[in-house]
T-cell receptor, first 112, second 114 residues
């Protein structure tokens, strides 16, 4: 079945460091891919998305590229801030579908 | 601002005592979802409503029910909560109009079962 695999956390970085959170997926078709962020005690917020191969999603300095050949959607940010500390979820959803499949989440801690 | 609202944010109930969680939305979306998220885990879809059509996930326990009286409101009923039902419950909405359907999440209700 379809699935999403993320790198295990927690990831601890110093402020202004470069961030990569790896995400790979297994899919029978061609889903849209998403990154959601969950701040402590809050619900999920959509961070960015990509709907087809080679699309790059970007928002708030974060970006991820839909790589069909490697079935990956890695999240990157050039310079993290303390306020980026949160749990990040990679997810997939088929067009016309209703069930978002989430990865297990990766917790990020950013130290000042 | 248009949004997804969940009440209460924290709910304490007793083992076996029915509890209802509520969700409302001002986005006028035709799909509403309920997810269960246990500590340090990914959200797990329980069911969704597409307009008035209810769609239950195959592995959702019978203990969990839902009602959607109108477009704006959706309720999650847990008939006899067990200790294992303690979790964050997330409501989400989406609009089936585009090529893909982004889901917008509420802040969640954290349920504690004593």
């Amino acid at each position: 079945g379809d699935s999403v695999t993320q790198m295990e956390g927690p990831v601890t970085l110093s402020e202004e460091a470069f961030l990569t959170i790896n995400c790979t997926y297994t899919a029978t078709g061609y889903p849209s891919l998403f990154w959601y962020v969950q701040y402590p005690g809050e619900g999920l917020q959509l961070l960015l998305k990509a709907t087809k191969a080679d699309d790059k999603g970007s928002n708030k300095g974060f970006e991820a590229t839909y790589r069909k050949e490697t079935t990956s959607f890695h999240l990157e940010k050039g310079s993290v801030q303390v306020s980026d500390s949160a749990v990040y979820f990679c997810a997939l959803l088929y067009t016309g579908g209703f069930k978002t499949i989430f990865g297990a989440g990766t917790r990020l801690f950013v130290k000042a | 601002d248009a949004m997804v609202i969940q009440n209460p944010r924290y709910q304490v109930t007793q083992f076996g005592k029915p509890v209802t969680l509520s969700c409302s939305q001002t986005l006028n979306h035709n799909v509403m979802y309920w997810y269960q998220q246990k500590s340090s885990q990914a959200p797990k879809l329980l069911f969704h409503y597409y307009d008035k059509d209810f769609n239950n996930e195959a592995d959702t326990p019978d203990n969990f029910q839902s009602r959607r009286p109108n477009t704006s409101f959706c309720f999650l009923d847990i008939r006899s909560p067990g200790l294992g039902d303690a979790a964050m419950y997330l409501c989400a909405t989406s609009s089936v109009t585009g090529v893909w359907e982004t889901q917008y999440f509420g802040p969640g209700t954290r349920l504690l079962v004593l």
